[in-house]
């Protein structure tokens, strides 16, 4: 079996303007001047500003395998980062596109990278845990029959991400992301945007209506830290990965009470009010408390830097600039 170089060089990142990818392209953009760092799009999300001038863009629908092989060849891609997905909420609204963009979008990129030898990254999510998985410290390998077409999409790959890496030797590998807090390009339609939500409303001075119950704990982490994951697991040396697809990581679990007090501490007059949304709070309850992510720290040295308090800090100073408050 030939396993890959991972050595990244020449990425496409699929779906690279969403809340993810228009972050991970620029990054990957600043570790790797010499390569090729393809921002794949689909007409409707075209890269604007510094992603679209500083490096190749395409335009690659991940349902249709063509699209993808012709940049891969074009641009003699090595890895693939395939961030293409509707979020939690909006699937159970549109479940069958969500199957569709999911699974065959998957299935079409790990032929691709078959046939073409690349590394490829599709992200699992808390999502892919349901009720009866132990919602307190969930340990890396543990029941996962989840609840949500989101989820039940999550399982599969990564599913099938290690089966192509056990069949083929495709270098599939991949984390399980919590709920991510960024101030670039906003999520949409997940069950955890209201952490996010709930900085924009404080900064621009409103009331923030919160969506999940107080004492709903999720594990959530800020963008810099998810970033990095999704660089390091790239980059581990493949004879310390005992498991693949995919790894917990953690770096914070908070319920909306406890980011509501990290803002009070800087912005003392933000105001929240609970308006449950069922839909929302009957996909948070079913995934974990926080994550158990001792496997990553051992096999490729998982660290996250920031915590509530320091991300609230950052996020703030940097909303503040951007929505001019
Ligand atoms: N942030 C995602 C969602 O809420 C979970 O991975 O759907």
Avoid at 17 to 25: A, D, P, V
Avoid at 155 to 184: N, W
Avoid at 263 to 270: F, L
């Amino acid at each position: 079996m030939v396993i890959c170089n991972t050595r990244m060089k020449n990425v496409l990142i699929i779906g690279s303007t969403g809340q993810i990818g228009s972050e991970l392209t620029m990054k990957l953009r600043h570790l790797h001047p010499e390569g090729n760092i393809v921002a794949g799009y689909i007409p409707g999300f075209e890269p604007k500003g510094e992603l679209l001038e500083s490096g190749p863009s395409a335009v690659v629908n991940v349902v249709d395998a063509v699209q993808i092989a012709e940049a891969v060849g074009r641009y003699k891609i090595d890895t693939i980062y395939n961030l293409a997905a509707l979020l939690s909420a909006t699937a159970e609204k549109f479940p069958l596109k969500a199957w569709d963009i999911q699974m065959n979008g998957l299935i079409n990129i790990l032929e691709v990278a078959r046939e073409h030898g690349c590394a490829v990254f599709t992200p699992s999510s808390i999502g892919s845990f349901g009720p009866s998985t132990p919602h307190k410290d969930t340990p890396q390998d543990t029941i996962q029959r989840p609840t949500s077409m989101y989820g039940v999409t999550k399982v599969a790959t990564e599913l099938l991400s290690d089966y192509y890496f056990h069949k083929y030797g495709v270098d599939t590998r991949s984390v399980r992301f919590p709920g991510l807090i960024s101030y670039t390009t906003l999520p949409g339609g997940g069950t955890t945007d209201y952490a996010v939500e709930i900085y924009y409303a404080a900064v621009k001075g409103e009331e923030f209506v919160c969506p999940i119950a107080a004492g709903t704990l999720m594990d959530m982490m800020y963008m810099p830290d998810a970033l990095k994951a999704a660089v390091d697991i790239m980059e581990a040396d493949p004879s310390k990965l005992i498991h693949r697809n995919s790894f917990n990581i953690a770096s914070m679990s908070f319920a909306p009470e406890d980011v509501f007090a990290a803002i009070k501490k800087i912005i003392p007059d933000a105001k929240m009010r609970y308006e449950v949304d069922p839909v929302r709070q009957a996909i948070a309850d079913s995934w974990p408390d926080n994550m158990d992510d001792s496997c990553a720290r051992a096999e490729w040295g998982w660290m996250p830097h920031y915590d509530l308090d320091s991300m609230s800090k950052d996020m703030i100073e940097h909303l503040r600039i951007k929505l001019g408050k």
